[in-house]
């Protein structure tokens, strides 16, 4: 079956750390560039990093530069987003998605209806 499940979300003080999880069951991540979003309360869904099928590509938001760091293991089939130095704007759902690309291209931020594989999300909240 393909399915992809989140965890590592939780309630985190602000400058802390959280690692996020992403299984990918019956995916084999060399063929699909993977992505993270994430979604406040009240806004729009938000594109914070992607990784390419070669995992030589990444890409990240502004916001989370220089904090946040996006990995896979093709072995386990896992995807992860360590997630340093945490402050209140990084509290949301955290979803990873998959997009099938050829090898080596790159990766970007595509409309939500553009992935065909979702998981259902994970809380990370930031807060004192």
């Known amino acids: 079956q393909f399915e992809l499940v989140e965890s590592g979300g939780g309630l985190v003080q602000p400058g802390g750390s959280l690692r996020l999880s992403c299984e990918a069951d019956g995916f084999v991540l060399d063929y699909y560039a993977i992505s993270w979003f994430r979604q406040a309360p009240g806004k729009e869904l938000e594109g914070v990093s992607c990784l390419s099928t070669s995992g030589l590509f990444t890409k990240y938001t502004d916001a989370v530069k220089g904090r946040f760091t996006i990995s896979r293991d093709i072995s386990k089939a896992m995807a992860y987003l360590q997630m340093n130095n945490l402050n209140s704007e990084d509290t949301g759902v955290y979803y990873c998605?998959?997009?099938?690309?050829?090898?080596?291209?790159?990766?970007?931020?595509?409309?939500?209806?553009?992935?065909?594989?979702w998981g259902r999300g994970t809380q990370v909240t930031v807060s004192s």
């Open positions: 998605a998959l997009e099938a690309r050829a090898y080596g291209s790159s990766c970007e931020f595509l409309k939500r209806e553009e992935y065909p594989f």
